[in-house]
């Protein structure tokens, strides 16, 4: 599904990802774990297609398409998905207003008309059930004073509603307690097939224990630097990323 | 001839035509004296530093059109509020069409400025309301000495006028050039409710200058909503030099909506004479190109215990320039007064310009007066999590601009109306989204 060779990218002149390469087929689960500034966030920006950045080398394919050229929302139609470390608040546009056109934005480009209001309200209300959001909190101005877990549970819940083919969550298990961390885990099992896949971008195993992943990669100083199966998150976790430095030298 | 001798010099074939025998007429002389000598404001005035009439002052208006033209229903439709049913007071060149409006004696009276003027009937609220509040300024002068038509609106006591009144201006450009000088009296009784529409639109491309007055009086407990819609053709300019009076516990709200025209400057002015008093003044701007959209706001608390609110959001791209000066006095015996204003200003373009200049006065000392101006572009943030969400760039900035203004198009009243302000705002900036927020 996304294949991505030699990735190279620096912002401001300063070099952040050094050659990363990474394949997801469908149906898989990779977990990107790392120390502090390895580039997990740009990585992740930069699939979304976030211009902050400088893309020098290398290529990005989704489904053997070139993605490298596209727009963030023509991204998003081909069925990309970011769930944001730290989601912005849009004061004055509810939740439900927002994941409505969103949807009905996607499926204009698709050459689909807008979702009939009926089916949407369904599908709001199957999702909003799954990730166990009250009815109010649609109704709020998006992420406008949510808590951490509301703004992840949130992000969860768009990512329900718009079935992507690629989710990628950046650092969904920070500011979440033990429970919200379970209803949001619960979600992305539930949603997750054999058609799409997932990237989940954590400091922590703890996510991993409820997501559990195919392959685990290091990030270290913009290159996958080791890869393994989900016991690599186990010694990472017992070890710290030390060790991996150490190995590297 | 400048515009100025040319008005100077059709005074006297014009009062011969009015009434030179009534009271109104020495308020006409006194005004026209008033405009004789200050003229046009010009930069030089502090209030009129950022605005400049110059460019729109050098054209060779007709200042009397001769005769309206017919204008289709179905061509104007668009201009009403068509969905819901409305009082019509309508004028085309300056001109009553009967044809177009739908006015009432029945309990209250919607109906004509000059018939106001020259009936006996209406002589004692005549001798009342008209020009009492209204200052002796420049073009406020200037349209009192030509004061001639508009819509006259008194509601008695007691009465909740049960359907909107829209007052409609509309210039087709007959000639070549177009002055209008509309004058509206509004005389709202003691806790009588009425919601009042208001809309200046030229059929034409030929340049129009409307320079208008309006004075409004609420009574105790008087409820009064007025909405401004301002998005006329790119060669139509606006003066609006509107006055409210208000007595105690009553609450006037003014909505003014600038999107459209040439240059268009708002003199919007409050006046508190009682207790307990809310006054509500709110407006969204949104130019490009090289429109010029200027809102000076004053609210005088006079009198203790009262409350204002002042919310105006503003977009502006391209080369549009834009200024809010907002302007709160309140005198040593208002006390307990909280008076607040907000003034919110995104750029869109390097090269657009708004000039804000919140201006308190403040003479009590146990009030509750508080501010916030600001200046900013879009958030480039919220926008790349809106196209993640697949929301196009356009649509996107459209979405932000929205929420921006949300908290001026939530508070308007009357739901056609905030569909209409959507469905133009929409329209301007290029987007067909169909949500509201």
Not at chain 2, 3 to 26: C, G, M, Q
Request: overall charge negative; proline content about 3%.
């Amino acid at each position: 599904m996304l294949k991505i060779e030699n990735l190279q990218a620096s912002i401001d002149d300063k070099s952040i990802l050094n050659g990363l390469g990474l394949e997801v087929k469908s149906g898989e689960v990779h977990a990107i774990m790392g120390p502090n500034g390895a580039g997990k966030s740009t990585l992740a920006n930069i699939i979304a297609g976030k211009d902050d950045y400088e893309v020098t080398a290398g290529s990005i394919e989704l489904n053997g398409q070139d993605i490298s050229e596209l727009s963030p929302e023509e991204r998003a139609h081909e069925g990309i998905f970011l769930s944001f470390q730290y989601p912005v608040e849009i004061p004055g546009v509810s939740v439900t207003n927002f994941i409505k056109t969103a949807i009905n934005q996607t499926r204009k480009a698709k050459g689909l008309e807008d979702m009939p209001a009926k089916d949407m309200l369904k599908m709001i209300r199957e999702k909003s059930e799954l990730l166990e959001i009250d009815r109010k909190f649609l109704s709020r101005s998006l992420n406008e004073g949510f808590s951490g877990g509301e703004k992840k549970r949130n992000e969860i819940f768009q990512m329900a509603m718009l079935e992507p083919k690629l989710a990628i969550l950046d650092e969904t298990d920070s500011g979440l307690d033990i429970d919200a961390l379970r209803i949001v885990a619960s979600g992305v099992n539930k949603l997750k097939s054999k058609d799409n896949a997932v990237i989940v971008i954590t400091h922590y195993q703890r996510l991993l224990d409820y997501i559990v992943p195919d392959f685990v990669h290091v990030l270290y100083d913009g290159k996958i630097v080791k890869s393994g199966d989900a016991s690599l998150a186990l010694e990472l976790e017992a070890k710290g990323y030390d060790w991996i430095k150490q190995e590297l030298v | 001839m400048e515009l100025k001798d040319k008005l100077l010099s059709s005074y006297v074939a014009f009062e011969n035509r009015v009434d030179t025998n009534s009271d109104v007429h020495e308020i006409r002389s006194k005004a026209l004296k008033s405009f004789e000598n200050l003229g046009f404001p010009t930069k030089k005035l502090e209030a009129w530093k950022y605005t400049s009439l110059n460019s729109v002052l050098k054209e060779d208006y007709s200042l009397f059109p001769n005769k309206g033209v017919a204008v289709e229903l179905a061509d104007v439709k668009k201009y009403f509020i068509h969905d819901i049913d409305t009082y019509n007071v309508v004028f085309i060149d300056g001109k009553y069409s009967s044809f177009l409006s739908e006015t009432t004696h029945e309990n209250i009276d919607v109906c004509l400025m000059s018939g106001a003027l020259s009936k006996p009937k209406y002589k004692a609220v005549i001798d009342n309301y008209f020009n009492k509040i209204a200052k002796q300024d420049n073009l406020t002068s200037l349209n009192t000495a030509f004061a001639t038509e508009g819509a006259y609106i008194n509601i008695p006591r007691n009465i909740e006028v049960e359907k909107p009144i829209q007052i409609i201006n509309f210039t087709t450009g007959s000639d070549a050039a177009t002055m209008l000088q509309p004058r509206n009296l509004i005389v709202v009784g003691e806790n009588s409710h009425v919601q009042i529409i208001e809309r200046h639109q030229s059929l034409t491309s030929n340049p129009v200058l409307t320079n208008a007055v309006t004075e409004i009086f609420a009574d105790k407990r008087a409820f009064v909503d007025y909405y401004k819609i301002q998005n006329d053709d790119i060669k139509a300019s606006l003066v609006d030099n509107s006055y409210v009076e208000q007595q105690s516990n009553s609450v006037v709200s003014v909505h003014t909506f600038s999107f459209g025209g040439n240059i268009t400057r708002n003199n919007l002015n409050f006046f508190q004479k009682g207790e307990y008093i809310d006054s509500i003044l709110k407006g969204i701007t949104i130019s490009e190109g090289k429109q010029h959209i200027d809102h000076h706001t004053l609210v005088h608390h006079i009198t203790p215990n009262c409350e204002s609110h002042q919310d105006y959001k503003g977009i502006y791209d391209d080369r549009s320039t834009a200024v809010f000066n907002g302007k709160v006095i309140v005198e040593k015996e208002a006390q307990k007064t909280n008076a607040y204003q907000q003034n919110n200003n995104i750029l869109l373009s390097d090269k657009a310009t708004i000039n804000a200049k919140p201006q308190l006065e403040i003479f009590a000392d146990d009030v509750k007066c508080s501010h916030g101006c600001t200046i900013g572009q879009l958030d480039d943030d919220a926008l790349f999590y809106m196209q993640q969400r697949g929301i196009p760039e356009k649509e996107g900035k459209a979405l932000l601009m929205f929420a921006f203004a949300n908290t001026v198009l939530e508070s308007v009243k009357i739901p056609e109306v905030k569909q209409r302000i959507t469905k133009i705002i929409a329209d301007k900036l290029g987007v067909d989204i169909g949500f509201d927020l």
